[in-house]
């Protein structure tokens, strides 16, 4: 083969975030080299990773990946808690969060990738999988447009919430996916903006309905500030231009270097089966974020753990027991983190609900307490409680 080391392999992971490339590494390792492992991506997953917030848990994320200081670019110790008429809650806890450079990052996922024995192709675009009665076959066009034909026992769909790749496969009707799931956010890159670099703020109310915005920051200079709205809302300007209007009525000194936009996945809640027919989703392309917060890169992470072991069961099995591993890959995401993600995402409907008199007289109250004690439940009770119709709700939800 001209680019590939076979045409043949026991598993072709497709997409080259935090997903696939935890995967294909967790694969790797698992099997120790005795297994044909094959990454592929259109692009290096170093150049121009998704742009995103880039804050993860400092604790979360070095239970699954050891954290180098060469992939952090500021270390969080709180959030601001920010409601209509800008009254500030601050939970803080020293260390308790970390801002990635995402790209950096995601080269450290990748050279563990090739430690592992995994082959990595960042220059292949996965045109179409088709079911074969020895697997999948894998459509792959290469440099100079040829396509070339694969052929894998099983596959991990890390390709992102779109799941271009799956829809329309017979085999796979009813398995999770996260097309249906997406919402529109938008954020810009900005100097000039006051904040705290061991803090990122969060901003509450009708301005961004069901849903938030945020300032994240980046290096001591640039913050990444932008907002996320609930997918059925129904906008009343274009979204560039809200958060240009936002930029420019709270942080009139602001220089904006760049904006983007685009889709990402809200729900959070894998509810249907994440592997069959020897295909298996990971990360957003099996709706694994959190339903409030949208943060989706140690989700995906854990998630792409979770799959690799399933995978590694699968392979070592003689064929008779592989659907009920297939269907037993739900189970174990659920028991790591989706039953929460689902709890959340029933508390998320109330949340929806509160009104900005309710977020200001609780942000108001919570901002006279000393720093010690706007603990995140407090925040929280203190919340609820300024909506005293929505405590049964909640209460309900979350049972």
């Known amino acids: 083969m001209a680019n590939f080391a076979s045409n043949q392999y026991d598993v072709v992971v497709c997409g080259a975030g935090p997903a696939g490339l ?16 094959l990454l592929l991506d259109k692009k290096e997953p170093w150049k121009e990773p998704i742009f995103c917030a880039e804050a993860v848990s400092k ?23 920010t409601s209509p008429k800008r009254f500030r809650a601050e939970f803080y806890s020293k260390d308790c969060g970390l801002i990635l450079d ?35 076959s894998v459509s792959v066009s290469v440099p100079g447009g040829e396509i070339e034909t ?32 997406l919402e529109p956010a938008i954020f810009a890159v900005a100097e000039g903006i006051e904040h705290s670099k061991e803090h990122i703020e969060l901003f509450f109310g009708s301005e961004f309905e069901s849903g938030y915005g945020w300032i994240f920051p980046r290096d001591g200079k640039e913050v990444n500030i932008g907002f996320v709205l609930g997918r059925d809302v129904k906008h009343q300007v274009p979204l560039r231009k809200k958060l240009l209007d936002f930029i420019d009525r709270d942080y009139p000194k602001a220089t904006v270097k760049a904006v983007y936009g685009g889709m990402i996945a809200c729900s959070g809640a894998a509810v249907k089966p994440l592997a069959r027919c020897g295909l298996f ?27 690799a072991e399933s995978v590694k069961e699968w392979l070592d099995d003689s064929g008779a027991n592989r659907s009920a591993i297939e269907a037993k890959v739900l189970d174990r995401w659920m028991a790591a983190l989706g039953d929460k993600h689902v709890q959340v995402a029933r508390a998320k409907v109330g949340f929806n609900k509160i009104s900005d008199r309710q977020f200001d007289r609780a942000a108001e109250r919570l901002s006279k307490l000393p720093r010690e004690k706007q603990t995140l439940f407090r925040i929280f009770f203190n919340v609820l409680w300024a909506a005293p119709s929505l405590i049964w709700k909640m209460r309900s939800f979350l049972r």
């Open 59 to 81: 604790d979360r994320l070095n239970s699954l990946w050891p954290v180098d200081v060469s992939f952090v670019r500021e270390t969080l110790s709180g959030i601001y808690f």
């Open 102 to 136: 995402r790209a950096r990052f995601h080269r450290n996922l990748s050279d563990g990738c090739i430690a592992a024995g995994v082959e990595c192709h960042y220059d292949a675009l996965i045109k179409k999988l088709e079911k074969t009665a020895a697997g999948w």
């Open 150 to 181: 694969l052929s894998a026992l099983s596959v991990i769909d890390a390709s992102g919430p779109s799941c271009k790749l799956t829809r329309g496969i017979a085999c796979l009707d009813g398995i999770e996916t996260g097309d249906a799931d």
């Open 281 to 307: 989703k990971a990360g957003d392309a099996a709706s694994c974020v959190n339903p409030i917060s949208r943060s989706g890169i140690v989700e995906a992470l854990l998630c792409g753990k979770v799959v």
């Open 22 to 37: 935890m995967a294909a590494c967790t694969l790797g390792r698992l099997t120790g080299g005795a297994r044909r492992i």
